[in-house]
T-cell receptor, first 113, second 112 residues
Framework: ETGVTQTPRHLVMGMTNKKSLKCEQHLGHNAMYWYKQSAKKPLELMFVYNFKEQTENNSVPSRFSPECPNSSHLFLHLHTLQPEDSALYLC????????????FGSGTRLTVV | GDSVTQMEGPVTLSEEAFLTINCTYTATGYPSLFWYVQYPGEGLQLLLKATKADDKGSNKGFEATYRKETTSFHLEKGSVQVSDSAVYFCALDQTGANNLFFGTGTRLTVIP
């Protein structure tokens, strides 16, 4: 257990479904991140939250909607996804300016059918 | 802009072989450098780090030295094991602000 918990570990959803991914950290970190990891592609940074405020959105389609209700929780709401959105979605957290890098969760393996 | 370039895989080695995975970076200033490891079905785990020139990060038999003159942070291990099979990511953090730039990852497979 790394200190960053992601649920569910696996998710299969249809293109018309709505689902949410959850990430939780109790490390006292003040920044949280969503990454997408697809086969044979580099890690893609999707969203960054610092102190609960979204500071980066790397041209992510609107069918992905993040939510950060507090500094310990991060959600990724999914709706009307496409098969090409199937990937491993990784959450990470960090303490800004401590230079110690990120702590990652184990990821949610998403399959869109 | 800042970037990280690491050798493309996949890399396949026999058990007890010597491992080198090359990583070079482009950055202004003095970034911190990291190696992360991703085992099958898992997220990324921090393997080792170095925060200034000539620092050597080490963990689990892996080492990497921060070489400012060659802008490199190559990962090495003297004798790999089957359990080291994973994907390895080099990363840099430019300002200590935890804005990590990742390399594309190198898949290592160690065969008995």
């Amino acid at each position: 257990e790394t200190g960053v918990t992601q649920t569910p570990r696996h998710l299969v959803m249809g293109m018309t479904n709505k689902k949410s991914l959850k990430c939780e950290q109790h490390l006292g970190h003040n920044a949280m991140y969503w990454y997408k990891q697809s086969a044979k592609k580099p890690l893609e940074l999707m969203f960054v939250y610092n102190f609960k405020e979204q500071t980066e959105n790397n041209s992510v389609p609107s069918r992905f909607s993040p939510e950060c209700p507090n500094s310990s929780h991060l959600f990724l709401h999914l709706h009307t996804l496409q098969p090409e959105d199937s990937a491993l979605y990784l959450c990470a957290s960090s303490q800004e300016d401590n230079g110690l890098g990120y702590t990652f969760g184990s990821g949610t393996r998403l399959t869109v059918v | 802009g800042d970037s990280v370039t690491q050798m493309e895989g996949p890399v396949t080695l026999s058990e007890e072989a010597f491992l080198t995975i090359n990583c070079t970076y482009t950055a202004t200033g003095y970034p911190s450098l990291f190696w992360y490891v991703q085992y099958p079905g898992e997220g990324l785990q921090l393997l080792l780090k170095a925060t200034k020139a000539d620092d050597k990060g080490s963990n689990k038999g892996f080492e990497a030295t921060y070489r400012k003159e060659t802008t490199s942070f190559h990962l090495e291990k003297g004798s790999v094991q089957v359990s080291d099979s994973a994907v390895y990511f080099c990363a840099l953090d430019q300002t200590g602000a935890n804005n990590l730039f990742f390399g594309t990852g190198t898949r290592l497979t160690v065969i008995p």
